[in-house]
């Protein structure tokens, strides 16, 4: 079918709960986000894009996840447990082009306390499927080819590497990115959604919680 724009409605998991961004989420993902650990991967362009105070992280999210047409950015939120609608993270589906049925799964950071837990493949599972049910043919993925942790997480999900895009952008402290690119197509995705859908049935039941 010829793909449309998903309506921004919450996307709700067993872990995971993703609610369309609002004003209202900035204070609760300046608390989960605005650390050094999640920029200096290559987020937000790097060590030199970390917001230096409440302020300037409110720029930068009203810059990085206002709802437009072509996007729709995502609050991600606990579900279960005792830190249940607590916010660990955010993520968007962007650049939405629906005559060429493609669409960019990116944006996303976490609160570290949540790596290497459910969280993130649940997350994918959800706006993927988002994607693909709205008859996308193609969601790309990319990531700074220096941030080793986002392309692992990225290739874990099964998605295919298309190559690397040179000086592709000026990050923050004036140096230049090279971007990695993958994408899974939509016959793909049935072997992509079985592989999370396994990592979350290892995951089991219990809440994803943050320690204390």
Known sequence: ???TRPTPVPLVGRVVELTPMTDADVPALERAIRRPEVFSGGYGGGPGGLP??????????RASYTP???????????????????VVGATKLGDLDLSNETAHLGWTAYDPRVWATAVNAETKLLVLGLAFDHGFGRVKLQADAVNARSRGAI????????????RHKRRPDGSWRDTAVYSI??????????????????WGDRPVELPR
Do not use: C, Q, S, Y
């Open 1 to 3: 079918m010829p793909a």
């Open 68 to 86: 437009e047409e072509d996007a729709l950015p995502f609050a991600v939120r606990l579900r279960h447990g005792r830190d249940a609608g607590v």
């Open 52 to 61: 230096v105070d409440a302020e300037a992280f409110a720029a930068f999210i």
């Open 155 to 166: 290739e874990k999900l099964g998605a295919r590497f298309e190559g690397v895009l040179r």
């Open 185 to 202: 197509l939509a016959d793909e995705w049935p072997r992509v959604r079985a592989g999370l859908e396994t990592r979350l049935a290892a």
